[in-house]
């Protein structure tokens, strides 16, 4: 497993944006897929974004396609999450989660590396 540490959440008004990043501690990971998925009070944890470790895939929700980017930033060791147009319903903790593989997933039983959340509050 790689640790994952997220950061960049917090609290937003609609419309607004954040970025959020994953950062790897103290590995290199070229060979990760990482994964963004969120839970919302009440709510089943769910996929928003993938960017695959070739960086040729990416997979995003439909209901944050248009306003979610993924990027990544291999020298860094840095997955970002650029949000934008944010929503109430987008109110949420963000998890990243990582695995070797060379697709995308939208499965959170693909992912063997999480990180501990971060906090993203969009208030009306």
């Known amino acids: 497993e790689v640790p994952l540490v997220e950061s960049g959440g917090g609290l937003v008004q609609a419309g607004g944006s954040l970025r959020l990043s994953c950062a790897a501690s103290?590995?290199?990971?070229?060979?990760?897929?990482i994964g963004w998925f969120r839970q919302a009070p009440g709510k089943a944890r769910e996929a928003v974004s993938c960017?695959?470790?070739?960086?040729?895939?990416?997979y995003y929700a439909d209901n944050v396609k248009g306003r979610f980017t993924i990027s990544r930033n291999n020298a860094k060791n840095t997955v970002y999450l650029q949000m934008n147009n944010l929503k109430p319903a987008d109110t949420a903790v963000y998890y990243c989660?990582?695995?070797?593989?060379?697709?995308?997933?939208?499965?959170?039983?693909?992912?063997?590396?999480w990180g501990q959340g971060t906090q993203v509050t969009v208030s009306s």
């Open positions: 103290g590995y290199t990971f070229d060979d990760y897929t």
């Open positions: 989660a990582g695995d070797w593989m060379h697709y995308c997933s939208a499965y959170e039983g693909d992912f063997v590396s």
């Open positions: 960017i695959s470790s070739s960086d040729s895939v990416t």
